[in-house]
């Protein structure tokens, strides 16, 4: 493992991958910003240090409150709604100079990860780097079918070396399964379904726990499969209803997408999940760019999900560790938020526009990035 010291000697070769992750994009995305269950742990969970206790079931809330986002005032709740569809999937049309001014304050408190990158090394050194990586958005474009985001060429070497520096993960809400197969490299953790599914490296790597002979394999809502299935059918038939919309069974996640949906449809789409909802008080629903999901309602997300493998890894009370995430989406925020109660590491969004975030850096679709190697 490359820790503290190490980083002296390589120092060279550990800032050449990390500006690799930087600045790629500008290769392989023109429009996208670089940018227990009540058991306990899966009997196949072995870890060199013992990870954090999973969440003990679903979260018990009444399901007056859980419905309450969705049914007070009828009509009046669908169109709240709507409009949260909206806030969280901006069209951006606004002036020029409108944009320029509100970019340039944004801009001056997440300053650019690239125009930053000799102080984020200096800060780094002599600690042990850690990278979590979103896909979606961030190792991929964005596009209109969720089953064509493919990795790039470069951008599977790019990780592929990063991982060689640094214990890297690919932390998504899509399906662990699915975003294997187009990252293809067996090297890295992956924690899918917004980390309610986590599983170490399959080949031979030195941030493995080779010595336990297993992996790390952790699924804190497997009660949930059946049910998440049932929604997943149902919400199917009902998108057959909206065209453009497309339904994705991400395995303890099933996310609605109308990113291809008119917006006149979105209010009868919002209705459509509803009625579906309202019949399984134990699961919520969240919000990302163009995308509903509904998940269970356990207290688990990317953050827990990023201090549970820095558990695994051996990091967490350790001083010397800088975690560093790269995300785009909403439900990032909660690993932004993570490292930043930490006091370690940093968090970077990727994104064209403003938007509220923790995050402490951030990439846009910079014309001064290079490649680096």
Known sequence: MVCGGDLKDIGVEVEAKLGIILSAHKMTQQNVVLSKTKSGINRDLT???????APGGYIPIPRRRVLKN???NGGQRINAWVDSMRASSPTHAKSTSSLAEEHSSWILRHPSALDMFEQIMDASRGKQIVMFLDYDGTLSPIVDDPDRAFMSDSMRKTVRKLARCFPTAIVTGRCRDKVYNFVRLAELYYAGSHGMDIQGPTRDSKYSNKD???????QPASEFLPMIDEVYNQLVEKMKLIPGAR???NKFCASVHFRCVDEKKWSELAQEVRSVLKEYP???LNQGRKVLEIRPSIKWDKGKALEFLLESLGFANCNDV?????GDDKTDEDAFKKLRDRGQGFGILV???????????????????????
Do not use: C, M, W
Request: aromatic content about 10%; hydrophobic content about 35%; overall charge negative.
């Open 322 to 326: 800088f975690p560093v995430y790269i």
């Open 47 to 53: 870890v060199a240090q013992k990870p954090p206790a």
């Open 212 to 218: 336990k002979g297993e992996p790390v394999l952790f």
């Open 70 to 72: 969705l049914e007070i």
């Open 282 to 284: 134990k699961l919520r």
């Open 351 to 373: 994104s064209k526009f403003p938007k509220d975030t923790t995050a402490s850096y951030s990439l846009q679709e910079p014309n001064e990035a290079s490649i680096i190697d």
């Open 247 to 249: 339904v994705e069974n």
